[in-house]
């Protein structure tokens, strides 16, 4: 009989737009995929049906059915209760819905689901540009900016199960509004929503960019391949906003490493993986900047994500594993 | 012969004005205690040998001398290096510093030094308002705005060992410049430091405090206790500087709870002994009103320090026993 960790784990990644897949052996070698559409607006059960036809189909890719995996794990991009409630997903249109009882009731199998972006840094822990961090930090810029923090090996929660919501810390008191209702989180600058406000509030002021057409005047739909290509022609609209994300995520990455010391920031998310070879100079030099004492951020080293899109699946894996194992407790 | 946590332990609490020095035995028992005044301006060297005066005479109470010490645990207002250097401790003057290595030359045993407010934060941990917690967040308002992290009992001092610098942490960025040469870090506000600098503007716009007698216009020696007679008596310049540190105070509660989830904060330092009472409600409900998502908060307990004056030292003895036991790394 395998050991409680033991067996193929299929792994769901739920995001805004599409949803990953994965089944995975028990050496976490990879034996099936798929890839979907996630189709938010059809509400939250139709996303399930849909990630859990996903999961089938990667399954059968593995010559596997449901009831062979040891367990599932899930990434969400919400907070996640004990309980299996998801507290609040903007990009999915949920606000305290049964995502466990109801994934588990589907698949017949125990599911242990989690933030995505806690996740995701587990998984650059375990595989990717954070192996062997004791502490790490990872920042996800896209639509939003999330974050997670893993401490030898194990995410950082907290006891609301809520944490760590790192692009939702205060870093200008009464700033700009986010996404979240907050005024002056670091997501209200260093995200694609706090840039597109940006970018509104200068074409509003009577300035020109080429990213009003790309957008079609929506700058809430703004691509991170455009927000590229803008940069890229030196658009100067597009460069400021782009500049001042680095700036707010530099000194996000300044105030962690005051407050943490991480041993290694892993920086991901759409924008980075379009720009993050432009930017990374601007946004080191600001972190720097912002740490104190200063000679403190001589011991974080800043790296990009080494695993792309699969960081949130190779996350729900060694999660699903550890909650197999007993440590810690399975949600 | 004793495990080698066991024996009588040393310790010291080296802080701007007062040196404490107390010694404990096997079981924690306090053998003998000791106080002076640090005399900083007489500089780095004075300071140790009236520190190590200190402990001889509480070794003496305990009909011990220092060489019957198993080692020493020092609390100092300064990050230090595994090499033990104090890197800078504005309240003594000193700056880079051969702290460790001096103490350990006077006093001929093992020494362990820290940041006293990360071993405050052990302190409380191990004897005081965070027994138990899982994650226990320090937060020391006094001159400056010290704070520490205890996480399952051990201090996070991240990878540059110079954490955790909780009042450094940028809130308004571009605010009020601090003593630390930054501007807008929480420090810059909830501090008597920030306070004073809070009044001295409001008095050269033309206001009048009772202040202004009470510190003969000198608002950098301002008293905690100033603060409270200032505050009960409704002093309208008073209040808005107390009010304004602890809407920072609690945003900086809010941000930790955001980031963190600690289950339990531990509020501390001379404001707090004054006006801890009166200002708990102001602080709660800025914190309540920072944290994200919001119902996080309820799962955070905010309590006034349990240890007092001692909370240093009973952190600097359990970090020594720490390091005698081998884990974390001796200093």
């Known amino acids: 009989m395998p050991s409680p960790g033991q067996g193929p784990i299929g792994t ?14 028990p050496d976490n070698q990879e034996l099936g995929r798929k890839r979907r559409k996630t189709k938010a607006k059809k509400g939250f059960e139709t996303v399930l049906d849909r990630a859990v036809k996903g999961l089938r189909k990667a399954c059968e890719d593995a010559d596997l059915s449901l009831e062979d995996l040891r367990a599932v794990g899930a990434g969400i991009p919400s907070p996640i209760l004990p309980d299996g409630t998801a507290v609040v997903a903007p990009n999915l249109g949920w606000e305290n819905v049964p995502l466990v009882p109801e994934l588990a009731r589907r698949i017949g199998r ?39 923090i893993v401490f030898r090996g194990e995410m950082i929660r907290g006891a ?16 700009r509004e986010a996404g979240c209702g907050q ?8 995200s694609k929503t706090g840039m597109a406000n940006k970018i509104r509030e200068a074409v509003a002021a009577g300035r020109k960019t080429v990213l009003t057409d790309k957008c079609k005047g929506d700058y809430g739909t703004l691509k991170a391949g455009a ?33 943490l010391g991480p041993d290694v920031v892993v920086l991901g998310g759409g924008v980075i993986e379009a720009l993050g070879e432009e930017l990374i100079g601007r946004i080191r030099d600001a ?6 004492p200063p000679a403190s951020f001589d011991h974080t080293d800043i790296r990009f994500a080494g ?8 996350g729900a894996r060694e999660y699903a594993r550890q909650c197999l194992a007993g440590e810690p407790d399975p949600t």
Not at 12 to 25: H, L, N, S, W
Not at 183 to 190: Q, S
């Open 227 to 259: 927000l590229r290509d803008a940069y890229h022609d030196q658009d100067e609209v597009a460069v400021e906003a782009l500049h001042e994300a680095c700036e707010f995520l530099g000194l996000a990455i300044g105030n962690y490493v005051t407050a």
């Open 307 to 314: 695993l792309g899109d699969d960081m949130v699946v190779v």
């Open 110 to 148: 125990p599911v242990y689901a989690e933030n995505d972006c806690n996740l995701g840094t587990l998984g650059e822990y375990a595989c990717g540009a954070g192996r062997q961090a004791e502490l790490l930090v990872g920042l996800f810029m896209g639509t939003g900016l999330g974050g997670g």
């Open 160 to 175: 609301s199960r809520m944490s760590a919501e790192l692009g939702h810390v205060i870093v200008l008191k009464d700033g």
């Open 287 to 292: 972190a720097r900047r912002w740490a104190y």
């Open 12 to 25: 769901i990644d739920i995001g805004g737009t599409k949803i990953f897949a994965v089944v995975y052996g």
């Open 183 to 190: 005024h002056g989180c670091v997501e209200a600058y260093a």
